[in-house]
């Protein structure tokens, strides 16, 4: 078998499904949690993960998978049922993700805030990877910080994943 980033985007996209299962168990004002900025609150953190990866989607691929160059961007999470909708988009802009492993690593021509530059498109996607791991962080941290229950960040760690995967026979796949 080969080595191949796309191992660790099914990693990202499973982890990503496991820390919004656990939001979904939580109450309606844990979704306001936050560490050391009241800007930065779980509900914000866990639609800027999704909005982030549909934006890089589409900069890897130009394949549009929730929204376009210029589109506004997908609805924020106010309720504990928006994370429904928010796993559904998740699951589309992390399987486009993981099809993108197996383009070739050309430079991409990118533009952000800070002007146009070029990167390799594995550059892109190891970002898309530590982008939402680092997320993903922030939330369990802001949890804690207010006293709910955060998702264990060790049941969500890549020998959880291979254990995952081998009972739900995705091994080597």
Do not use: C
Not at 22 to 50: C, G, M, R
Not at 52 to 81: C, F, R, V
Request: no cysteine.
């Amino acid at each position: 078998m080969t080595i191949t980033v796309a191992r660790l985007l099914r990693h990202m996209a499973w982890a990503n499904q496991e820390t919004i299962k656990h939001l979904q168990t939580l109450p309606v004002e844990s979704l306001k949690a936050y560490a050391t900025n009241p800007d930065w609150f779980v509900a914000e953190i866990a639609h800027h993960i999704v909005d982030s990866a549909d934006h890089l989607a589409l900069s890897i691929t130009g394949e549009i998978a929730l929204t376009g160059k210029g589109e506004p961007p997908i609805a924020d999470i106010e309720t504990l049922s928006d994370l429904s909708r928010l796993a559904d988009q998740a699951a589309t802009v992390d399987r486009i993700l993981v099809a993108a492993a197996d383009l070739d690593d050309v430079w991409l021509d990118l533009e952000n805030h800070r002007g146009k530059f070029q990167r390799l498109r594995s550059t892109v996607l190891s970002q898309a990877i530590h982008h939402a791991t680092e997320h993903r962080a922030q939330i369990a941290s802001a949890l804690e910080a207010k006293g709910f229950t955060p998702i264990n960040l060790d049941d969500i760690s890549l020998w959880d994943y291979e254990k995952y995967e081998t009972e739900n026979g995705l091994r080597n796949k």
